[in-house]
C-alpha cells in the first residue's frame, strides 16, 4: 500500500485535459442593396493539456455594429489561451468592400463577398460571404458559405450556416452568416429579408413593410443582417452577435473565474464539468 501511495504523490496531480470552442463576435450587417455579416470564428479543439494553478487569458469578443446607410463593422476577435477566433466579416453597401473575417461579410449588389477563414487556420474557421446581385448576399457561417444575391425585385437572401457542437451535452449550432435585406425599388411590391444562418445569424429586413433587421444572437458569434431597401424608409442594419468560449474538463477540477470575467460552471455529468465564459476583456481562469 505504501509503494501504491509514493507512487501517486510522485506522479503529481491528476492531467488536466480539456476540449474547448472558441466563437469570435459576428459582423454588423450592411446597409442599402447590402449583405449580411460574417459569422465570427469558430475553432473547436480537443485533447488538450493545460496545468492546473496556472491562469490562462480569455477574451470574449464582440459583434460589430450595424450599418446604417453605411457597410458595417468587422466582429472582433476571441482567445483562449494561444487559441484565436477571428472576428467576422462586415456585411458592405452596394458601394462598399465586403470585409474578410472568421466567416466574411456578405457583397452589397453586385460585389464580391469577403472572404472567409482570415487566420488561415486548418480546419477552416468559417466560409466566404455569397456576392450581391440586384439584392445583397448573405454573410458566411461557419460551416457554409453565404447565398449569392438575385436579380430584380426579389426578396433577400439567407446567411450560411454554422456548425453545430454538443460539448455542452446537448448539441448546439453557433456562427451562422447574416441574411440580406429585400430589395425594394420604387413601386414594387413589398419584399421580404432573408433568413439568418442556423446557429444566430440576424435576419435581413424589409423597409419597405416596416420590418427591420436584426442582430445576430447573443454569445453566438451569428453576423447581423442587413437592411431593406426603400426610398426614404430607415436603412439600420443588425449588429453582429458577442461570441463565447466554452470549455470541457474532468470534473476532479474545479474552474476560477479571474476578474472581469463572466462565466458559469456546470455541474459534473458523465465524468466532466463544462465552464461557458460569455464575457471577458483579457481575463484570466484557472483550474484547481
Known sequence: MLNIISAITAAGAPPLVVDFLVIAGGGGGG??????????????????????????????????????????AKGSNSVFNTTTATGGGLGATNSGTAGAGGSGGGGGAGKAGGAGNEGGFSPVEGFAGGTGSATGAGGGGASAVGTNGVGGNSPGV???????????????????????????????????????????????????????????????????????TAAGNGFQAGAGGSGVVII?????????????????????????????????????VSWA
Open 248 to 284: 470541457k474538463y474532468p470534473d476532479n477540477f474545479t474552474i476560477t473565474f479571474g476578474g472581469g470575467v463572466t462565466g458559469t460552471e456546470s455541474a459534473a455529468s458523465g465524468g466532466f464539468k463544462r465552464a461557458t465564459i460569455t464575457a471577458a476583456t483579457a481575463g484570466n
Open 31 to 72: 446597409s442599402q442593396f447590402a449583405g449580411g455579416g460574417g459569422a465570427g470564428g469558430y475553432r473547436s479543439l480537443t485533447t488538450q493539456t493545460l496545468s492546473p494553478s496556472t491562469n490562462y487569458t480569455v477574451t470574449i469578443g464582440g459583434g460589430g455594429a450595424g450599418g446604417n446607410n453605411s457597410n458595417g
Open 158 to 228: 439567407t446567411g450560411g450556416a454554422g456548425e453545430a457542437s454538443s460539448i455542452t451535452g446537448t448539441s448546439i449550432t453557433r456562427a451562422g452568416g447574416g441574411g440580406s435585406g429585400g430589395r425594394q425599388d420604387s413601386g414594387a411590391d413589398n419584399q421580404a429579408g432573408g433568413a439568418g444562418g442556423a446557429g444566430g445569424g440576424g435576419n435581413g429586413g424589409s423597409s419597405a413593410n416596416g420590418t427591420p433587421a436584426t442582430s445576430g444572437g447573443t454569445n453566438t458569434g451569428g453576423g447581423g443582417g442587413s437592411s431593406g
